[in-house]
């Protein structure tokens, strides 16, 4: 019998490592991107951007310019519950990560033991071992797989791509408590505001209370119109009286969001506030580097094609090297001698061929997990492109309406005026009068809502292009 040359033998392994190598290609595909068609039309807006550069690109410490409001962001940022626990979220995701880069390296365990077994004397060997061993063992197992169809490298790209989505879940909830932290601060100078409209509403009636009381032991009003007065008057005050809890609740629910107990809040003038020169939205496109969801999701994405990378390598044999050694023997003087030196090396290979449908399953589900991760990435984008379409369209309407508003009150002031001039000439009624009066006052607080829901807009318009994060 002729032995096989070992030119032969090298050339052999050779054409099954390439064998082998090739057919990863097959198993293990590399993620790309699926195609999108509706990234071009995700704004629903007349004059849709050409320029890439987007509001979201601005940092919060530019976009606020008031100093408590930066002040309480970093605070927030700093110190909100649901930040840290995001941080404490990427802290195990990182964990995995660094378990699924270690897959390459093998597996390597010590052990040492000492065994003590009491034979029968009428076995085999009771008599010969005069009825019991004692056996020392100090051993060590190497085990390494090779990544011949990827599954490994597969398992460790799924592992950074667990990571990076939660990095992005990380900045989604930082964009989201600005968002919060900024719209909760509006609010409160919006109520400040009505606050200080309602005082100066409150005076004026308290006033107006005494006169037509005045007016009435004097003979020229009735008692009706006394009694309209009081009524505008503590109409006014219980109004006074709902702004007040409403500010109460807003400073705990901004404290809340600081990730600190209930206190007074520091704040500026609603009056002093504009966001209006930030306004670009620049290309749909600048979503999907943008929207930390919108990241997430696609990293959710490439998570489940890894993972159906893994499901389909499970179907083929897998090659895997084994190895111990140490030392064992049945005197305890002699367990480190040279002679107790011992050595296992196996290398095998491992193909399922029934397993209960266990793989194939494994299969199935990781495709329909990898349809439903892709179905929910288009939706995310979809949802974004809804929200900074709504936030846009409301922002050019509050700002178109503030112009009406202004005229509104100019008008009221007006009437109320005429109506004062026109009753003490004895032209009109009191309860003209006081109809102008409380409209006066509904278009003041309206005007002031109005500057709020500009300003909430361009809040809401930054968090759904995915500013804050940066």
Same mark, same amino acid.
């Given at each position: 019998?002729?032995?096989?040359?070992?030119?032969?033998?090298?050339?052999?392994?050779?054409?099954?490592?390439?064998? @082998?190598?090739?057919?990863?290609?097959?198993?293990?595909?590399?993620?790309?991107?699926?195609?999108?068609?509706?990234?071009?039309?995700?704004?629903?807006?007349?004059?849709?951007?050409?320029?890439?550069?987007?509001?979201?690109?601005?940092?919060?410490?530019?976009? @606020?310019?008031?100093?408590?409001?930066?002040?309480?962001?970093?605070?927030?940022?700093?110190?909100?519950?649901?930040?840290?626990?995001?941080?404490?979220?990427?802290?195990?995701?990182?964990?995995?990560?660094?378990?699924?880069?270690?897959?390459?390296?093998?597996?390597?365990?010590?052990?040492?033991?000492?065994?003590?077994?009491?034979?029968?004397?009428?076995?085999?060997?009771?008599?010969?071992?005069?009825?019991?061993?004692?056996?020392?063992?100090?051993?060590?197992?190497?085990?390494?797989?090779?990544?011949?169809?990827?599954?490994?490298?597969?398992?460790?790209?799924?592992?950074?791509?667990?990571?990076?989505?939660?990095?992005?879940?990380?900045?989604?909830?930082?964009?989201?408590?600005?968002?919060?932290?900024?719209?909760?601060?509006?609010?409160?100078?919006?109520?400040?505001?009505?606050?200080?409209?309602?005082?100066?509403?409150? *005076?004026?009636?308290?006033?107006?209370?005494?006169?037509?009381?005045?007016?009435?032991?004097?003979?020229?009003?009735?008692?009706?119109?006394?009694?309209?007065?009081?009524?505008?008057?503590?109409?006014?005050?219980?109004?006074?009286?709902?702004?007040?809890?409403?500010? @109460?609740?807003?400073?705990?629910?901004?404290?809340?969001?600081?990730?600190?107990?209930?206190?007074?809040?520091?704040?500026?003038?609603?009056?002093?506030?504009?966001?209006?020169?930030?306004?670009?939205?620049?290309?749909?496109?600048?979503?999907?580097?943008?929207?930390?969801?919108?990241?997430?999701?696609?990293?959710?994405?490439?998570?489940?094609?890894?993972?159906?990378?893994?499901?389909?390598?499970?179907?083929?044999?897998?090659?895997?090297?084994?190895?111990?050694?140490?030392?064992?023997?049945?005197?305890?003087?002699?367990?480190?001698?040279?002679?107790?030196? @011992?050595?296992?090396?196996?290398?095998?290979?491992?193909?399922?061929?029934?397993?209960?449908?266990?793989?194939?399953?494994?299969?199935?589900?990781?495709?329909?997990?990898?349809?439903?991760?892709?179905?929910?990435?288009?939706?995310?984008?979809? *949802?974004?492109?809804?929200?900074?379409?709504?936030?846009?369209?409301?922002?050019?309407?509050?700002?178109?309406?503030?112009?009406?508003?202004?005229?509104?009150?100019?008008?009221?002031?007006?009437?109320?005026?005429?109506?004062?001039?026109?009753?003490?000439?004895?032209?009109?009624?009191?309860?003209?009068?006081?109809?102008?009066?409380?409209?006066?006052?509904?278009?003041?607080?309206?005007?002031?809502?109005?500057?709020?829901?500009?300003?909430?807009?361009?809040?809401?318009?930054?968090?759904?292009?995915?500013?804050?994060?940066?």
């Amino acid at each position: 019998m002729k032995l096989i040359k070992k030119p032969y033998i090298y050339r052999t392994a050779i054409v099954i490592i390439m064998a @082998f190598t090739l057919q990863s290609c097959f198993v293990a595909k590399d993620y790309k991107r699926p195609e999108l068609e509706q990234t071009e039309n995700l704004f629903r807006t007349d004059n849709l951007a050409t320029d890439s550069m987007s509001m979201a690109d601005i940092s919060w410490t530019e976009l @606020f310019s008031d100093s408590d409001l930066q002040k309480y962001i970093n605070e927030g940022l700093q110190n909100n519950l649901d930040i840290r626990t995001a941080i404490q979220q990427m802290t195990v995701a990182e964990a995995y990560m660094k378990q699924g880069k270690a897959g390459y390296l093998p597996s390597l365990s010590a052990n040492a033991s000492v065994t003590h077994q009491e034979l029968s004397k009428n076995s085999q060997f009771g008599s010969f071992f005069n009825g019991s061993i004692d056996q020392f063992e100090a051993t060590g197992n190497l085990s390494w797989e090779a990544d011949i169809w990827g599954k490994i490298r597969s398992n460790k790209r799924a592992g950074e791509a667990s990571y990076l989505q939660s990095v992005a879940a990380h900045k989604a909830v930082k964009t989201q408590l600005v968002s919060n932290i900024a719209s909760t601060y509006y609010q409160l100078l919006a109520l400040d505001a009505q606050l200080m409209v309602t005082q100066e509403t409150v *005076v004026a009636r308290d006033s107006s209370v005494t006169t037509i009381q005045a007016l009435k032991e004097a003979g020229q009003e009735t008692q009706v119109a006394v009694d309209q007065n009081i009524a505008q008057y503590n109409n006014a005050k219980a109004l006074l009286i709902d702004i007040q809890v409403e500010i @109460f609740r807003t400073e705990n629910l901004l404290n809340l969001l600081l990730g600190r107990p209930a206190q007074p809040i520091e704040r500026g003038d609603i009056d002093n506030q504009s966001l209006e020169s930030y306004i670009k939205v620049g290309v749909p496109a600048t979503l999907l580097s943008n929207r930390p969801d919108v990241i997430a999701s696609e990293y959710s994405l490439i998570e489940a094609f890894e993972m159906t990378n893994v499901a389909r390598s499970n179907f083929y044999p897998s090659l895997t090297l084994t190895g111990s050694g140490g030392f064992q023997s049945l005197e305890f003087d002699k367990w480190f001698n040279a002679n107790s030196l @011992f050595t296992n090396l196996v290398g095998g290979v491992a193909q399922p061929i029934f397993n209960k449908r266990k793989f194939k399953t494994q299969h199935e589900v990781a495709l329909a997990q990898q349809e439903q991760a892709l179905l929910n990435f288009k939706n995310t984008l979809l *949802v974004a492109g809804n929200e900074v379409s709504n936030a846009l369209y409301a922002y050019n309407a509050e700002t178109e309406k503030f112009e009406y508003r202004i005229k509104e009150v100019e008008a009221l002031r007006n009437a109320e005026n005429n109506s004062e001039e026109l009753l003490a000439n004895g032209y009109a009624n009191y309860l003209d009068l006081l109809t102008a009066r409380q409209s006066a006052l509904n278009a003041e607080l309206n005007v002031i809502d109005n500057k709020l829901q500009q300003l909430l807009s361009v809040v809401n318009l930054y968090e759904a292009l995915g500013g804050g994060w940066k």
